[in-house]
């Protein structure tokens, strides 16, 4: 069980918008910054979203994170085939001095 | 440019050790942190160890503490993960990971560069 809740999928059609969900607590994301993370089937994780809603260079801006209070978002607009993937958060948790993530979410593109 | 290349996986008994390397290029390793991060083919992301920059200090998960060590030789450019005591729960790919300092040390998870993992088999 993660210490970061994601919901386990999520789907949307070509062109369309969909978010994910990112909960924790006071230790972890109430206090410290959020990543969120694509991996692609057979690859390595890749970096979209850090320090809650700022994208690394080369990220479109069809991705946007945000945060509020224990939660995070990430954002997806224009869906495309190529998104399928699932998508992590990630962040500190200061009580366990670990890094967690979330469980994961598999996004679908209909 | 960034490249993370990790070795040393393969298969070991329970309760057997191995060591993976993780040989850095393209950056000032001596400056930055280093994670390990495992995934259990077609499950989740679980962190396992950071290293500070200059290896003085370290962190792991609890379901590794004990048994697994992370260190470092910048000399080298090469971060190392001593798994001892393995299990078959510890099967999965092993990932070595760039801590980016655009986060505060220590109050966020920004891995902003991957290697392309190293599979780790714990079974008889």
């Known amino acids: 069980q993660s210490v970061l809740t994601q919901p386990p999928s999520v789907s949307a059609a070509p062109g369309q918008k969909v978010t994910i969900s990112c909960s924790g607590s006071?230790?972890?994301?109430?206090?410290?910054?959020v990543s969120w993370y694509q991996q692609l089937p057979g690859t390595a994780p890749k970096v979209l979203i850090y320090?809650?809603?700022k994208r690394p260079s080369g990220i479109p801006d069809r991705f946007s994170g945000s945060k509020s209070g224990t939660s995070a978002t990430l954002g997806i607009t224009g869906l495309q085939t190529g998104d399928e993937a699932d998508y992590y958060c990630?962040?500190?948790?200061?009580?366990?001095?670990?890094?967690?993530f979330g469980g994961g979410t598999k996004l679908t593109v209909l | 440019q960034v490249q993370l290349v990790e070795s040393g996986g393969g298969v070991v008994q329970p309760g057997g050790s191995l060591r993976l390397s993780c040989i850095a290029s393209?950056?000032?390793?001596?400056?930055?942190?280093m994670h390990w991060v495992r995934q259990v083919p077609g499950k989740g992301l679980e962190w396992v160890a950071f290293i500070w920059n200059d290896g003085n200090n370290k962190y792991y998960a609890d379901s590794v503490k004990g048994r697994f060590t992370i260190s470092r030789d910048n000399s080298k450019n090469t971060l190392y993960l001593q798994m001892n005591s393995l299990r078959a729960e510890d099967t999965a790919v092993y990932y070595c990971?760039?801590?980016?300092?655009?986060?505060?040390?220590?109050?966020?998870?920004?891995?902003?560069?991957w290697g392309q993992g190293t599979l780790v088999t714990v079974s008889s």
């Open positions: 006071s230790s972890n994301i109430g206090n410290n910054y």
């Open positions: 990971a760039k801590r980016d300092k655009s986060i505060p040390l220590l109050q966020g998870a920004h891995l902003d560069y």
């Open positions: 990630g962040t500190w948790d200061s009580s366990l001095s670990a890094v967690v």
């Open positions: 320090a809650n809603d």
């Open positions: 393209g950056f000032t390793f001596s400056s930055c942190g």
